[in-house]
């Protein structure tokens, strides 16, 4: 669906036809078509990060034991962890315990993988709402005061904030602000995590930094090219001239009828930037000592601890996944066309 093509019809939802709401016929085939279409992408996924980890140099089972374990302990281990079958019987034994919920144990710690992963995954979620939600208001902010007056003050300095922000990676920023923030000037943590349970204050503190590089890197983007759909409006789109004519106030023009068109524009660039995040957080989480999804599959990686790496993986995959199906359940809440299977232009 085209962002273009959405631009006139938000005035026309009182016209839609009656039953077809959210968890109407249409919407559920919208969402059942994207379900199939995400098992293949699943399966590739979790299919491709197995052969690269066979791939890896050295044995998990020697790095387990020791560089002074004898061949025979090596080999009794890997007979124990199911390291000694076929590729093809450990992917399907893998696959297997997917589906039936059976997974294997960690190879490095020996717990349930569950128990590994869930403080894990509720840290890197913290995270990432944390980050989308900042984002998204920094990014609307600027973005309406800077299309208010295209090439203005407020628009020549985001401008060139994000040109800054969009060419250089998102670690060097991390490390400036570690330096600034938390060497030089002291104000917060530069390693660590606090739990929000066992003391809020510190708890922001502690991920002020990883959010603030996080947002900046988002917004960056973002915001460009939110300011860029809302200067086009204002300056191309026929509905936006009929509501000057008839008095509608300039706030009220870029607020109530080109912001509300371009919300198509935000939530796709913030629909495809999850799988962004996701793969900055692993960064950043090594930086700044957060025990979040990212350090967890770096650390597996390391250990070869296949077991624990591959369901990470999936679980980031699926993340990416899901992002894509709620971004195509808002469009269908805020266009009635699409939620009544009408073509969007």
Request: glycine share 10%.
């Amino acid at each position: 669906m085209g962002v273009v093509g959405t631009r006139v019809v938000v005035a026309g939802v009182a016209g839609s036809r009656p039953g077809g709401g959210l968890l109407g016929s249409p919407t559920a085939r919208v969402v059942g078509k994207r379900l199939l279409q995400a098992v293949p992408v699943l399966w590739g996924t979790t299919f491709l990060s197995f052969c690269l980890l066979n791939l890896l140099p050295g044995d998990a089972a020697q790095a387990l034991l020791g560089e002074n374990a004898t061949p025979e302990d090596v080999a009794a281990l890997r007979a124990r962890l199911h390291l000694d079958l076929p590729f093809f019987e450990r992917y399907l034994r893998w696959l297997g315990g997917v589906l039936t919920g059976n997974l294997d144990p960690s190879l490095v710690s020996g717990q349930s993988i569950g128990v590994e992963l869930v403080p894990r995954l509720l840290v890197s979620a913290e995270i990432l709402v944390y980050v989308i939600v900042l984002s998204v208001l920094l990014t609307i902010t600027v973005a309406v005061l800077a299309a208010r007056r295209p090439r203005g003050v407020v628009d020549r300095i985001s401008i060139g904030v994000s040109m800054v922000g969009l060419s250089a990676p998102h670690f060097v920023f991390a490390l400036v602000l570690i330096y600034v923030f938390a060497v030089f000037l002291g104000l917060v943590p530069a390693l660590g995590y606090v739990r929000l349970a066992d003391d809020p204050v510190e708890h922001f503190r502690s991920l002020a930094l990883p959010i603030a590089t996080l947002v900046f890197v988002m917004f960056c983007g973002d915001s460009r090219q939110l300011r860029a759909d809302l200067v086009d409006q204002l300056e191309g789109e026929d509905y936006i001239r009929t509501a000057r004519a008839k008095g509608v106030p300039p706030w009220g023009v870029l607020l109530r009828h080109a912001l509300r068109n371009s919300v198509f524009t935000l939530l796709t660039v913030v629909g495809g930037q999850v799988g962004l995040l996701i793969g900055g957080s692993v960064v950043l989480e090594q930086i700044f000592a957060i025990p979040g999804m990212g350090q967890g599959l770096m650390q597996a990686i390391t250990f070869q601890d296949i077991p624990m790496v591959q369901t990470m993986v999936l679980l980031i995959a699926l993340a990416v996944v899901l992002a894509n199906l709620v971004t195509d359940l808002l469009y269908a809440v805020l266009d009635p066309r699409i939620r009544h299977g009408r073509p969007s232009s």
